[in-house]
């Protein structure tokens, strides 16, 4: 992980906002608001009743260099301004290597208060300086922020951007913003006659855009500044969007329910399958459990994806009507001394923001806990618990659900699929396997390599132990007590299919829970404890199974969340969604490749072509 470090906050004489780092202001001495509607709007046709977003349903906007938000305040205007049809969503991608902190763009903001409707959500929503990509939620406007060198950042980009804003620092001052390799991104990004303007007319950025396909022209500049450039890419422009499409989601748990709600919101027709009577009747039925990312000293894979997946969640999660949820932090105790040094060192060296993860010691975990530990450990303080169950139901609201039906195999039509049930057929166009371990026997012409893993989650009467507000791991989980229930957890047997609770499972729970907490459930007999038994459905890696099966065929899947299904659920389903929609992607390009299910083409784990469903 490259650390963030944020924008310093400085001024120069006249009151315009300076980066000291860089040497030169953020805007125009004569008005940034101005020069944003003149430079960035104007030049990219995106103002008055012509607008080029005018009858488009969906419109992308690629910005280098965010800065204090102003262009995309001053878009967001623009675009509520301009009439256009219904259902219309605007996607704006911008890199920034050094964000500025929340209270600092607040201060900034305030400048403006002509943009204040369009401020206070961005600000309610600002990322913490975490590198990767952030999606934002703003109504009909989708804002995916990269924090990061846009060196290493664009070319993980997947878009088409129908325009484009070049506002980096002078080239004198940051040419790595104007580089060869940042062009030849930006080439690689536009749209078919994509349009492009920035303030500067300097010769040498005027010859790496002539180079990239880019026709140019000069205008006359805002403010001080003579002139600036603004430019056409090769190709005729979209004059239509994709169609919605009807979807059939078989699977109620939350993946299905995430990707359902995930595709209603693009305006898919969207239909849930399942075989069982309600909502997250399988893996995701447990009674609550824990909502926390889990970083690692190399800042993999793995640890990316669930940053990515907490921080969205986490956003969405927290202003979902009827979803249950304690954000009372998570405190995850080393497992040893050896442990506790790794936990240490990977907050130091990465810089880890405190509002998302802190190293706290033994005395300070045990004062969170209210309770003696071992060792010190992290705390998540925006961590906590969720009842999937209500999860899944609120996701689900509003979107038809067939229950009780019990899918016996899909069929390949000439225009789409059929879902057999039971004296029942459902068509689609398109089909999202969201079904777990039951995957493989509606795709048995894909090797598709998920494992049942077994997993017993003990419940422990409220009373039976002392109190505890918080939710703690080490080895094992327990969550404070939700109806009276405290959960305890949780064992994982591989290919074990038996469902019924088992003693030894409790005991082995009961275990955890002592290293986790000594003797904080002294007395608690193992014969006593009800639980209850789920079937996670991994993979090889321990990474989600998310994209098409197959290319060209309507058929996807999105799986093998494991143990870390609500951490998975929101990225993963705004990915699918987003690729099925063929939007702009959430994920950078080595995550999405990373979660294909074609990556298990090495060793013979590939999707069998010869033959079709």
């Known amino acids: 992980m490259v650390a963030i470090v944020p924008a310093e906050l400085a001024f120069a004489g006249d009151g315009t906002p300076f980066s000291p780092r860089y040497g030169d202001i953020y805007h125009s001495s004569q008005g940034g608001l101005g020069q944003a509607r003149h430079v960035f709007l ?69 400048r403006w208060p002509e943009l204040a409707a369009f401020s206070a959500p961005l600000l309610a929503q600002w990322p913490s300086p975490l590198p990767g990509l952030h999606r934002l939620d703003l109504g009909d406007i989708v804002l995916t922020l990269g924090f990061g060198d846009a060196n290493a950042l664009l070319p993980q980009l997947t878009l088409a951007a129908d325009a484009i804003f070049l506002d980096g620092f002078a080239p004198d001052r940051n040419p790595e913003l104007w580089s060869e390799a940042v062009v030849e991104q930006l080439q690689r990004l536009a749209a078919p006659g994509a349009s492009l303007a920035t303030w500067t007319s300097a010769g040498e950025v005027r010859r790496r855009l002539a180079s990239a396909d880019f026709q140019l022209e000069r205008r006359p500049g805002f403010g001080g500044k003579r002139e600036m450039l603004c430019g056409k890419h090769a190709g005729s422009p979209a004059t239509t969007d994709p169609a919605s499409k009807r979807i059939a989601v078989i699977g109620a748990g939350v993946a299905g329910a995430s990707v359902a709600q995930a595709l209603t919101r693009r305006g898919h027709a969207v239909t849930v399958i399942d075989a069982a009577a309600h909502a997250a009747s399988g893996a995701s039925g447990n009674h609550a459990v824990v909502f926390r990312p889990l970083p690692a000293q190399d800042d993999g894979m793995l640890a990316r994806l669930l940053r990515a997946g907490f921080l969205l969640g986490r956003r969405r999660f927290a202003e979902l009507p009827g979803a249950r949820c304690g954000w009372t932090g998570v405190l995850h105790v080393a497992r040893d001394e050896r442990h506790e040094d790794i936990q240490r060192r990977i907050v130091g060296q990465h810089a880890l923001p405190a509002d998302y993860c802190r190293f706290v010691s033994r005395e300070e975990a045990a004062a969170l806990a209210g309770w003696p530990v071992a060792l010190g450990g992290w705390w998540f303080p925006r961590g906590g618990w969720i009842n999937p169950p209500s999860l899944c139901r609120a996701l689900l609201q509003g979107i038809a659900c067939r229950f009780e039906f019990k899918v016996a195999r899909l069929a390949r039509t000439r225009h789409g699929w059929e879902v057999h049930g039971e004296n029942r057929v459902i068509e689609a166009d398109e089909v999202v396997l969201a079904n777990g371990i039951g995957a493989p026997a509606l795709a048995p012409d894909f090797a598709l390599p998920i494992r049942a893993g077994r997993g017993l989650v003990s419940h422990i009467a409220e009373g039976a132990t002392p109190p505890l507000d918080i939710v703690a791991t080490r080895l094992g989980y327990v969550t404070p007590a939700l109806d009276g229930i405290r959960c305890a957890g949780a064992t994982l047997q591989a290919d074990d299919l038996d469902g019924e609770s088992r003693r030894a499972d409790h005991v082995e729970n009961l275990y955890r829970l002592d290293m986790l907490l000594p003797g904080f459930a002294v007395g608690v007999d193992p014969a006593t404890l009800a639980g209850r038994v789920s079937f996670r459905p991994m993979s090889p890696d321990r990474l989600p199974i998310v994209g098409p099966l197959s290319a060209g065929d309507g058929l996807w899947i999105i799986n093998g969340f494991g143990a870390r299904g609500m951490v998975f659920s929101s990225i993963c389903a705004e990915q699918l969604a987003s690729q099925i929609s063929g939007e702009v992607l959430p994920l950078e390009r080595d995550l999405v490749d990373a979660l294909a299910p074609q990556r298990f083409a090495r060793g013979g784990l590939h999707p069998r072509t010869a033959r079709r469903l």
């Open 42 to 110: 104007a030049g990219n046709e995106l103002l008055g009743e012509n607008a080029r977003w005018r009858d488009r349903r969906r419109f992308v906007i690629l910005e280098t260099g965010f800065g204090l938000g102003l262009n995309f305040l001053a878009t967001c205007q623009a675009w509520h301004s301009s009439p256009g049809p219904t259902g219309r969503r605007l996607h704006y991608v911008a890199v920034e290597k050094h964000p500025f902190r929340l209270d600092d763009m607040a201060r900034l903001h305030a």
